[in-house]
Antibody, heavy 116, light 110 residues
């Protein structure tokens, strides 16, 4: 199983960023796709998930309204878009998947830097 | 959803056992048997160590074990090794398809 994420991004405050996560090695629709934020020197924070089978999403309250998580079954790729970026959104963003309620497989992480 | 509570740092000597705690509430840790533990080395993605409170994925050394009592989950490393020095995070299902992490514990091997 491999999860390969898109590269680092630099964005200005107020902009949006969309990160991709390409899945391989298992059936894409078997498991939910999660996104996890890790600010510099800080802990892990769950952002939300998408069920690739039907596109249903669940978001953490902290990110509700600013985050959009999607899954493209034609390319086995997951996406996380975060809008209205502010400096506190500077972080590494991970995609993860696997058995229920568990982050069994992880992407390598994608750094998003928000700076004017 | 409040983060689960983990001690910021724990230390131990090689060969000794060490236990990391993770305290939540009856709405997360205490309410479900879906606690998982992750090890994160500097600059790397987290790695799954324990899931469903006490199950160990293949490839994870047997010195790592998990348990839960009430609203507190624990990760025990029996026979601490130098390569176990890392950050450790717990995570729990919190209902309504949501998950919550602990703040993380930095484990130092003396």
């Amino acid at each position: 199983v491999q999860l390969v994420q898109s590269g680092a991004e630099v964005k200005k405050p107020g902009a949006s960023v969309k990160i991709s996560c390409k899945f391989s090695g298992y059936t894409f629709t078997d498991y939910y796709i999660h996104w996890v934020q890790q600010a510099p020197g800080k802990g892990l924070e769950w952002m939300g998930l998408v069920d690739p089978e039907d596109g249903e999403t669940i978001y953490a309250a902290k990110f509700q309204g600013r985050v959009t998580i999607t899954a493209d079954t034609s390319t086995d790729t997951g996406y996380m878009e975060l809008s209205s970026l502010r400096s506190e959104d500077t972080a590494v963003y991970y995609c993860a998947t696997g058995i229920p309620n568990t982050f069994e497989y992880w992407g390598q992480g994608a750094l998003v830097a928000v700076s004017s | 959803q409040s983060a689960l509570t983990q001690p910021r740092s724990v230390s131990g000597s090689p060969g000794q056992p060490v236990t990391l705690s993770c305290t939540g509430t009856s709405s997360d840790v205490g309410g479900y048997n879906y606690v998982s533990w992750y090890q994160q080395l500097p600059g790397k993605a987290p790695k799954l160590l324990i899931y469903d409170v006490s199950k160990r994925p293949s490839g994870v050394p047997g010195r790592f074990s998990g348990s839960k009592s009430g609203n507190t989950a624990s990760l025990t490393i029996s026979g601490l090794q130098a390569e176990d020095e890392a950050d450790y995070y717990c995570c729990s299902y919190a209902g309504s398809y949501t998950l919550v992490f602990g703040g993380g514990t930095k484990l130092t091997v003396l």
